[in-house]
């Protein structure tokens, strides 16, 4: 599915043979086709989502160092929506900022109200997932008691072009490209906690809505380091792929 925009109006479209083919409905309430056809210069083209929040999981695989303890439970942390951006747009951070990475994570959409949920019925909460680019200065995290800083600045959630819904991403492999080269490699079975238990635990905290977001997590815990003038290319099979440059203003 991708989202769009025309005439001041957003919806989403399913994908066919280069074409969009709009749906009407909702995440909530679910879609269906409106049997018109559109093409993509026709449209302003969106980021596949407009989430009310987004949560994040910090240290949630195993790739991590040896010497780095997993927390004893989720770690939390909020992105702003603000921060989202399309693949191909760019990457733009302070010339404060020290060190800057990108961090490849399976983007997880909730689909309906979710509170207190169990790990097994978490699942029917999902709509959809995307592939996303946790940004994150790393000088100002080890800075500051809290990430709302390190992590929200405007450009620092970079992510891909379509919600695919209906897979299984228990075991996903995920890459990191710096400048074309391969900086790192994974998988999705190398979380340390599960999407469904994810889900459960964010729930007990506070309300998931419709459209709302969880990134799930990065290998290694932080990513790839970028610098000024660097491209940066995120995949996860069977979900999707960002692209960035990155700029320093």
């Known amino acids: 599915m991708r989202r769009y925009r025309l ?5 989403y479209a399913e994908v066919e043979g280069g074409l969009l083919r709009p749906l009407t409905g909702s995440i909530a ?3 269906v086709p409106t049997g018109e056809t559109l093409r993509p210069d026709q449209v302003e083209l969106l980021p596949p989502i407009a989430p009310g ?24 942390f909020l992105k702003s929506p603000q921060a989202v951006i399309r693949s191909g747009e760019t ?9 800057l990475t990108c961090e490849v994570e399976l983007a997880v959409v909730i689909g309906k109200e979710t509170k ?20 994150t200065s790393n000088d100002l995290q080890d800075r500051d ?13 970079p992510v891909s072009d379509y919600l695919v819904t ?11 490209y710096l400048n ?39 290998p290694t815990g932080w990513g790839i380091r970028v610098r000024d003038g660097d491209r940066v290319r995120l995949e996860i099979d069977g979900v999707g792929a960002v692209e960035s440059g990155v700029q320093l203003i």
């Open 7 to 11: 005439r001041g109006e957003t919806g």
């Open 53 to 76: 929040k987004i949560v994040g999981i910090g240290l949630n695989y195993r790739d991590i160092p040896a010497d780095v303890i997993p927390p004893e439970e989720p770690k939390l």
């Open 166 to 176: 209906g897979i299984d991403v228990a075991a996903l492999p995920m890459r990191s």
């Open 145 to 157: 008691t809290v990430w709302g800083r390190a992590k929200n600045f405007d450009t620092f959630l």
């Open 116 to 135: 207190n949920v169990s790990v097994e019925e978490a699942m029917d909460s999902v709509f959809g997932y995307f592939a996303a680019d946790d940004v």
């Open 29 to 31: 309430a679910g879609f």
């Open 180 to 218: 074309g080269e391969l900086a790192l490699e994974s998988s999705t079975a190398r979380m340390i906690r599960s999407v469904p238990e994810l889900i459960s635990f964010v729930s007990g905290v506070m309300m998931l809505c419709p459209g709302d977001v969880i990134i799930t997590g990065t």
């Open 91 to 99: 990457i733009r951070y302070p010339g404060y900022i020290d060190r």
